[in-house]
C-alpha cells in the first residue's frame, strides 16, 4: 500500500509542483517502506515520485517501493545533490517541505543547495493522514485484534502478587506473539494508588487484591497502530470504585453516542466531560477525550477542548476517557472509533463492563 498518488492530487490546489517528505511517519504514508532509521526521504511530484536512501536500505527499499524511482545516496551523492538531480528534471519551481518536523539546520542546507523555492507544507500530509482508506481501516482493525487477544490472555495472568512490570512485559510478549511488528508506544500498567497517574510507568509494585488494575497498550501491525485500556478489579470493590468505574463508562459511551462527521473534537469531548462533571469529579479528568491514531499513535485529528474544527468522516480517534484520584485511584477506558456520516464505529471489541477477577 502506497499513498503516492493522493499526495500528487493535493500538490495542484496548494499551487504546489512537489512535497518532500523527510519525517519517517509521512515517508511510510507516502511509500509503504519502513526503515527502522531516520534515513530516506521521498520526493512526491506532479508526474514522477523518487524515494532516495543509502545503501542500508537500497535492497530493502526496492523490495517495498513501488510507483517510485529508487536513487541511492551516498559519498560524493549525498541528499542536496540528489535532491537538486530530481528538481531539474522536473522544472520544479515550488517545493512544500514539512516545517513541523524539518530541523532548522536542514531548513538552512537545502535552501541554499536547492534550485526551487520551499514552502511549508506539513499539513498536507496530516490531512491527507487525517482520514483513513478502508485498506487503512482494515489494517487497523488487524492492529486492534491483536491487543485484544492479549488482553484476553493477561485477564488470566493477573492475580495478587503478580507486578505492573511483569504483567507489562507479558502484554508486549503476547502482541509480538500474536503478530504485533512492534508496539505503539510502551505500555502502561498501573495498579491500586499508581492508578492516579494516567501515564504512569509500570513499577514493581505487586497488585493487591481490592485494587484497579489499569492497562494501556496497543502495537503495530503493517505500520500502523492500536490503542486500547481497561481498567480491571482485583478481588474486590468499594462502592466508590464502582461509582468511579461506572462513571467513566458512561461519559465514555456519551462521547462515543455524540461522535460523527461534522462534529467538533471540543464537542464530543465535551460531552463525556459533562458527564464526568455532573458527577462530581470534573476536577480529575485533565486530559482530553481522545486523539487520532494511524501511522503515529498521537495524530490528527484530537478530540479535545482546544479541537475547535469538526471531525471528518473516516478519522480514526481514540475515545478514552478517566477519573484520577491522587494518590488513592484511577480509572481509564479506551477504545478505537471510526468517525462516520452519521455516527461511529468502534473497531474495540473488547468487553468493557465492570470486570472483577
Ligand atoms: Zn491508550
Ligand atoms: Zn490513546
Do not use: W
Not at 527499499?61 to 522536473?90: F, H, M
Not at 523555492?117 to 485498506?135: G, I
Not at 502495537?219 to 478481588?235: K, L, P, Q
Amino acid at each position: 500500500m502506497n499513498h503516492f498518488k493522493q499526495i500528487a492530487a493535493a500538490l495542484e490546489h496548494r499551487g504546489l509542483d512537489a512535497m518532500l517528505l523527510s519525517c519517517e511517519a509521512n515517508r511510510f504514508y507516502a511509500s509503504g517502506f519502513h526503515s527502522s532509521g531516520t534515513d530516506g526521504m521521498a520526493l512526491v511530484t506532479r508526474k514522477k515520485n523518487y524515494y532516495f536512501t543509502d545503501s542500508r536500505y537500497t535492497e530493502a527499499a526496492g523490495r517495498a517501493v513501488q510507483d517510485a524511482e529508487l536513487r541511492e545516496v551516498g559519498p560524493g551523492k549525498g541528499y542536496s545533490t540528489r535532491l537538486k538531480e530530481a528538481i531539474e528534471e522536473q522544472s520544479i519551481e515550488k517545493m512544500g517541505f514539512e516545517d513541523a518536523y524539518m530541523t532548522v539546520q536542514d531548513y538552512e542546507t537545502y535552501r541554499k543547495a536547492l534550485p526551487c523555492e520551499l514552502v511549508p507544507a506539513a499539513e498536507l500530509l496530516a490531512e491527507l493522514r487525517r482520514v483513513k482508506d478502508r485498506e487503512e481501516l482494515e489494517i487497523m482493525t488487524a492492529a486492534q485484534r491483536i491487543a485484544e487477544r492479549a488482553l484476553a490472555d493477561i485477564l488470566k495472568e493477573i492475580r495478587p502478587g503478580v507486578t505492573e512490570k511483569e504483567i507489562a512485559a507479558r502484554l508486549q510478549y503476547l502482541m509480538l506473539h500474536y503478530g504485533a511488528e512492534n508496539m505503539s508506544f510502551d505500555p502502561i500498567v498501573v495498579s491500586g494508588p499508581n492508578g492516579s497517574l494516567p501515564h504512569g510507568v509500570p513499577s514493581e509494585k505487586e497488585i493487591r487484591s481490592g485494587e484497579f488494575v489499569t492497562m494501556d497498550f496497543g502495537c503495530i501491525y503493517h505500520g500502523y497502530c492500536s490503542d486500547m485500556t481497561r481498567t480491571v478489579a482485583v478481588g474486590s470493590v468499594t462502592e466508590e470504585m464502582r461509582t468511579v468505574y461506572e462513571t467513566v463508562l458512561a461519559a465514555q459511551k456519551a462521547g462515543i453516542a455524540a461522535a460523527r462527521a461534522g462534529v467538533t473534537g471540543r464537542d464530543v469531548d465535551g460531552a463525556a466531560r459533562k458527564v464526568i462533571a455532573d458527577a462530581g469529579y470534573g476536577d480529575c479528568f485533565g486530559h482530553g477525550f481522545g486523539h487520532g491514531v494511524g501511522v503515529e499513535i498521537h495524530e490528527e485529528p484530537r478530540a479535545s477542548s482546544a479541537n475547535g474544527k469538526s471531525l471528518p468522516a473516516g478519522a480514526v480517534i481514540s475515545a478514552e476517557p478517566g477519573i484520577y484520584l491522587p494518590g488513592r485511584l484511577g480509572v481509564r477506558i479506551e477504545d478505537v472509533i471510526v468517525i462516520t456520516e452519521d455516527g461511529c464505529e468502534n473497531l474495540t471489541r473488547a468487553p468493557k463492563e465492570l470486570l472483577i477477577l
